[in-house]
């Protein structure tokens, strides 16, 4: 395995928590590398159903070294509810670590965030109010808090001053510094065991040739550079932001895992070309159970977007696909592929810039429906429509597909050996 990272491969919510879930199994090591509470991954397993938005989705495996990485925005207040979830389901978080370089979010973090999203009005973003473009802002401008000032309260009381000024300024009223004070002495006091400096441990985990994994949120159209923009995240998507955001050298990544569904969904604003708003998108939706993990928000849901999914192999570097959900599609008398966009008198065979993705039209492929997947264990016995999707899948990504999810339960997960990159 070495180290391999996993990303999503449309805009979010793809299955990534499963994939991560299935390969900890075989790993010693699973580092999140970006985002925050903002999105949530969702795995079924022997200790039921576990919704994770902080903790890596290594931490139901004993053994598994799981690490919240520099890249990554921690919610101190959402981090303690999820691992007290856990520790009731009977998961251990002993071998949890949150790096010394991520950074916190404040509670004014999340009102300016809601402050800010109502000010958009009619052009507003679909944040999850959560705080995490508000902090990663104070990262960029140099002005954040990160875990490992917890440990150090005389430079954190230094800070504070400026912290509050900047904060009241921001929201029009008065954000107290002995409040701030206070906040962080009880987050101090729980985080405590908890905040490390991850490089030496990452780093001595290389040097043993330790099996490590990269795990991402959210997906390619949603990076901040790569994007739909505005409609984006406010950190790095791809594989390559794994390097800064889990601090591994980007030669060591062997293998980056695309994620994506059998057809496409999205939560909140901007472009959605496959987006289909009838009958179909709400069978799509109940079948898939499509709610947001962390805001239980209905999700779009449409067609599988395949000039997304290329795009997003392309720029990520993908050596292989899980194509997740594909019993979603059981039933269906035919099946659709958008395998080109249609913008006026022109093809589009890439993602182009937001105005012209605003009004771009898919262009589909249809393929016959199959029957029953939920079932399946094996690749052979899959049926022949089904594999004949998958296929088409390879074709218009240029990546082979090495696994496919038939259900929500860890084992509902079918290997694809790769030869040749093809079914």
């Not at 995240?233 to 293998?255: D, E, F, M």
């Not at 194509?323 to 913008?343: I, N, Q, S």
Request: proline share 5%; glycine share 12%; hydrophobic share 40%.
């Amino acid at each position: 395995m070495a180290v391999t990272a996993v990303v999503g491969g449309h805009w979010g919510d793809e299955g990534k928590g499963k994939v991560v879930d299935a390969l900890a199994a075989h790993a010693d090591m699973v580092i999140r590398y970006n985002g925050g509470n903002n999105a949530g991954h969702t795995i079924v397993g022997e200790h039921g159903v576990l919704r994770l938005h902080l903790v890596p989705s290594g931490i139901s495996h004993p053994g598994v070294d799981c690490l919240i990485g520099p890249g990554v925005v921690v919610n101190p207040m959402s981090l303690f509810e999820e691992i007290e979830a856990l520790e009731r389901l009977g998961v251990s978080t002993a071998r949890l670590r949150i790096s010394t370089r991520s950074h916190l979010v404040f509670p004014f973090h999340v009102e300016l965030d809601a402050k800010i999203e109502e000010a958009r009005g009619g052009r507003a973003h679909g944040t999850t109010r959560r705080g995490i473009w508000p902090v990663y802002a104070d990262k960029a401008a140099r002005v954040g808090i990160r875990a490992g000032d917890l440990l150090e309260p005389a430079y954190l009381r230094e800070r504070l001053d400026e912290i509050a000024r900047r904060a009241s300024a921001a929201l029009g009223r008065e954000v107290d510094r002995d409040e701030l004070s206070s906040i962080t002495e009880h987050w101090r006091e729980r985080l405590d065991p908890m905040i490390v400096d991850t490089h030496p441990i990452v780093q001595q985990a290389l040097r043993r040739n330790a099996r490590i994994i990269l795990e991402g949120h959210l997906g390619v159209m949603r990076d901040l550079d790569w994007g739909l923009y505005p409609y984006v995240t406010s950190s790095t998507c791809l594989a390559g932001g794994a390097c800064a955001g889990a601090g591994v050298p980007a030669q060591r990544i062997t293998r980056v895992i695309g994620v994506v569904k059998a057809y496409t969904t999205a939560v909140g604003a901007g472009p959605m070309p496959t987006e289909l708003r009838d009958g179909v998108g709400d069978a799509l939706r109940e079948h898939g159970l499509e709610y947001g993990t962390s805001t239980n928000r209905p999700r779009r849901c449409g067609w599988f977007d395949g000039v997304a999914a290329r795009f997003a192999a392309e720029v990520s570097g993908f050596t292989d696909l899980a194509v997740m959900k594909l019993d979603v599609l059981d039933g269906f008398e035919t099946v659709k592929l958008c395998v080109a966009y249609r913008d006026g008198g022109r093809l589009l065979d890439t993602v182009p810039h937001t105005a012209v993705m605003e009004r771009a039209e898919p262009v589909y492929e249809e393929l016959p429906g199959w029957g029953r997947t939920s079932d399946v264990r094996a690749m052979e016995d899959l049926p022949d429509a089904a594999r004949a999707f998958l296929e088409r899948i390879e074709h218009i990504t240029g990546v082979p597909v090495s696994m496919v999810g038939v259900g929500r339960e860890r084992e509902a997960l079918v290997p694809i050996p790769v030869v040749g990159g093809v079914v």
